[in-house]
């Protein structure tokens, strides 16, 4: 009996160990919420630390990562933006992985929320697939010669 308890928390313990950090639902949350929402969000439960807050281009920009004991890491990029044509700034996600399986779990997702498959291509390093819906914009990229990928959401301008 005690064997059999040990083998259940020993299999709950290695799928909580190798699980990905965050939903795309998450990340997509992450395009309306403020700097200081996104890091409780991030690092509550310990799932993300805040690497650096750095200006790219003349943007407040804040690096997380995974921590540093989890097997695969993962990498999220906020505080990025870009003027639609109207003067509006929209807010742009990034979110990188050494686990391509990660990132083929959040096209799957993605799928799930109707988002549409607009493009689909591929240079000489990676394949690129943009999906879309009236909220946003997901660009992805699997790279060819490596588990790396990542993913850039990009709000979109509403009437």
């Known amino acids: 009996m005690k064997k059999y308890i040990f083998s259940i928390f020993l299999l709950f313990f290695s799928i909580s160990t190798f699980a990905q950090s965050v939903t795309f639902v998450e990340l997509s949350d992450l395009l309306i919420l403020s700097p200081k929402q996104v890091y409780d969000i991030l690092t509550s439960g310990k799932r993300y630390k805040l690497l650096s807050n750095d200006v ?8 997380y990562q995974s ?3 989890a097997l695969k890491q993962e990498f999220i990029l906020t505080g990025a933006s870009e003027l639609s044509q109207k003067g509006v700034s929209l807010q742009i996600v990034s979110y990188g992985t050494q686990e391509q399986q990660y990132m083929l779990n959040l096209i799957k997702q993605m799928e799930r929320f109707n ?3 607009t493009f689909k291509g591929a240079d000489a390093e990676r394949k690129i697939f943009i999906y879309e819906n009236s909220y946003s914009s997901v660009t992805v ?3 060819l010669n ?3 990928s990542n993913m850039d959401i ?4 509403t009437d």
Request: charged letters at 20%.
């Open 141 to 143: 990229y699997l790279n």
């Open 146 to 148: 490596s588990p790396a």
């Open 115 to 117: 988002y549409k498959l």
């Open 67 to 69: 921590p540093p004991t």
């Open 56 to 63: 790219l281009n003349g943007q407040s920009v804040q690096r």
């Open 154 to 157: 990009r709000q979109k301008e």
